[in-house]
């Protein structure tokens, strides 16, 4: 008898912190645009930073607040697939990472990866499962703190959770590394054998902050175990007044 290979599986995957739908300094609530922004690059699975699932004080004085939790409200119908991880909780509300899929999450877990004070960060493991492919995906979403010596300690907290995984099963890490000497190429590579998209296709990450006039490379997209990964270009308008990160999408093939 003989067997044929599986046939290739590409998808899109889309990465933004969106702010807790905010314009920069909160100057203005822009959720209902992002949405549309959002829905307008077909990604098959959004990797989202900075999501609010509740604020009691902004629902009660916006009036075009959603009732739903914001991650609820961007998925809509388009993303049928949708987990959350809570990673700051105060009077008012909670925010966190967000991923929302076309695909089965068949499994998510939210790690807590704070470190010390009053930043709270977390990385949102979920397993997908894509239809006719083999093996699932792993799809985690990070927002690492804003001190070096935290996100060195985050980053290897990533590769352990990303070591537990059967070595063959396809890896994407993706969120606002908040990495702006770019630290995490060499630690991510070296301990989980995880490459960035855009390092691999240009040579250097996506400059994304401030998203008016990027500098910083602070997004990112690391994959392992995908036979082809393209980066893929956005136009800068809408994004340059919707959030204060510009977003960065990827072709990713199995």
């Not at 992002?34 to 009036?63: I, M, N, P, T």
């Not at 739903?68 to 809570?86: C, K, M, N």
């Not at 009053?118 to 001190?147: D, Y």
């Not at 990495?179 to 070296?190: E, G, I, M, N, S």
Request: aromatic letters at 8%; proline letters at 7%; one cysteine or more.
């Amino acid at each position: 008898m003989t067997t044929t290979d599986p046939q290739p599986f590409a998808f899109k995957v889309l990465t933004v912190n969106i702010h807790k739908g905010f314009t920069s300094f909160n100057r203005r609530f822009i959720l209902h645009e992002l949405r549309e922004a959002v829905r307008h690059v077909a990604a098959d699975v959004v990797f989202l930073q900075e999501v609010l699932g509740s604020h009691h004080r902004h629902a009660s004085r916006l009036a075009n607040f959603p009732q739903t939790p914001h991650y609820e409200f961007l998925a809509d119908s388009i993303w049928p697939q949708v987990a959350y991880g809570r990673n700051a909780v105060y009077d008012n509300g909670d925010h966190g990472n967000a991923l929302l899929s076309k695909y089965p999450i068949t499994h998510y877990e939210n790690h807590d990866i704070s470190i010390a004070g009053p930043e709270r960060r977390g990385m949102l493991h979920c397993i997908l499962q894509p239809p006719g492919h083999a093996k699932p995906v792993h799809a985690i979403c990070v927002h690492l703190g804003l001190q070096e010596a935290h996100r060195l300690k985050q980053l290897h907290r990533i590769c352990d959770l990303v070591r537990t995984f059967p070595a063959d099963e396809p890896v994407i890490v993706s969120g606002d590394f908040n990495d702006w000497r770019c630290r995490a190429h060499d630690v991510l590579r070296d301990g989980a054998g995880l490459h960035e998209v855009f390092v691999q296709a240009r040579g250097q990450a996506a400059r994304t902050f401030p998203v008016k006039m990027p500098v910083l490379q602070l997004d990112r997209i690391y994959v392992r175990n995908a036979s082809v990964h393209a980066p893929v270009v956005l136009p800068r308008k809408p994004w340059d007044r919707l959030s204060d990160h510009a977003p960065l999408a990827a072709e990713i093939s199995l």
